[in-house]
Nanobody, 126 residues
Framework: QVRLVESGGGLVQAGGSLRLSCAAS????????MGWFRQAPGKEREFVAG????????HYAVSLKGRFTMSRDNAENTVYLQMNSLKPEDTAVYYC???????????????????WGQGTQVTVSS
């Protein structure tokens, strides 16, 4: 059973930074495409960033590119999301996701991922 556990969320002032972590266990992490999503109150879960198996390819939501950086450490079975220049509109629960099925393209929707963490709250105050 694959398990994903996020950490690193919290309260930060606008303009600040946070680094989220997602530790994976129970599966072949190094073969998974990994992603980060977020969900604000009353809104649908939205794609934030994704990274391929080796970490050589990343992709981001257009509105976030330049402020957020996703990376992975396969030796530690962990993915990271570095978030800089945070804004109040970044406030949401952030979820880590994993895709075990092979893909030739970059998955960006909820249905394209197979495993999910429980989420970590990020709150940005103005």
């Amino acid at each position: 059973q694959v398990r994903l556990v996020e950490s690193g969320g919290g309260l930060v002032q606008a303009g600040g930074s946070l680094r989220l972590s997602c530790a994976a266990s129970g599966g072949t992490f190094s073969s998974y495409w990994m992603g980060w999503f977020r969900q604000a109150p009353g809104k649908e879960r939205e794609f934030v960033a994704g990274i391929n198996w080796t970490g050589s390819r990343t992709h981001y939501a257009v509105s976030l590119k330049g402020r957020f950086t996703m990376s992975r450490d396969n030796a530690e079975n962990t993915v990271y999301l570095q978030m800089n220049s945070l804004k109040p509109e970044d406030t949401a629960v952030y979820y880590c996701a994993g895709r075990a099925r092979p893909t030739a393209y970059e998955p960006t929707t909820v249905s394209e991922y197979d495993y999910w963490g429980q989420g970590t709250q990020v709150t940005v105050s103005s």
